[in-house]
């Protein structure tokens, strides 16, 4: 089972990187994105008026990408956006449709009735290959009460 979920993964990564290396910033479009991609998770809209595509690769892959549609309808930025520099950005008071346009759909989220609070958690590789989880808690009001990373203890048992 381990054996399989690995070869599964490694393929998604490679058919990742292949796509990604087929997609030029400020050349492609948004059907050659969605030719490559398929149907984004979310689109979320861009200040500058254009529009983000969410790829997730949540809970078997450990990236997530996000990727800008301008409003010339040419791909204007492909980020994978699970990366310590985002985490960082992550502060209490946060609110969760923030959270989300910033690191998009978790692998896992697990309410907590009594306490009143929801993790959201999603797998990611610290450099150069430590399997990590990074998790945030949010309340009631659906803000970020506090986030951190940890080892992703599902990899150990591997």
Do not use: C, H
């Given at each position: 089972?381990?054996?399989?979920?690995?070869?599964?993964?490694?393929?998604?990564?490679?058919c990742d990187n292949q796509r990604i290396a087929e997609l030029e910033e400020g050349v492609a479009t948004e059907a050659d994105v969605r030719t490559k991609?398929?149907?984004?998770e979310n689109i979320w809209d861009a200040p500058?008026?254009?529009?983000?595509?969410?790829?997730n690769r949540q809970p078997q892959g450990q990236?997530?990408?996000?990727?800008?549609?301008?409003?010339d309808g040419k791909m204007s930025a492909l980020r994978q956006?699970?990366?310590?520099e985002n985490f960082a950005?992550?502060?209490?008071?946060?609110?969760?449709?923030?959270?989300?346009?910033?690191?998009?759909?978790?692998?896992?989220?697990t309410p907590y009735a009594l306490k009143r609070e929801t993790e959201w958690e999603w797998r990611w590789?610290?450099?150069?290959?430590?399997?990590?989880?990074?998790?945030?808690?949010?309340?009631?009001d659906q803000r970020v009460v506090r986030s951190g990373s940890s080892l992703d203890r599902a990899t150990e048992a591997n």
């Open positions: 089972m381990a054996t399989a979920l690995l070869a599964v993964v490694i393929g998604l990564a490679g991609f398929g149907q984004p500058d008026g254009g529009r983000v595509f969410e790829y990236k997530n990408y996000m990727i800008t549609i301008g409003r956006v699970l990366t310590p950005k992550v502060q209490p008071g946060m609110m969760m449709e923030d959270l989300r346009k910033l690191l998009g759909k978790p692998a896992k989220v590789v610290q450099p150069p290959n430590s399997p990590m989880v990074f998790t945030a808690t949010l309340n009631d």
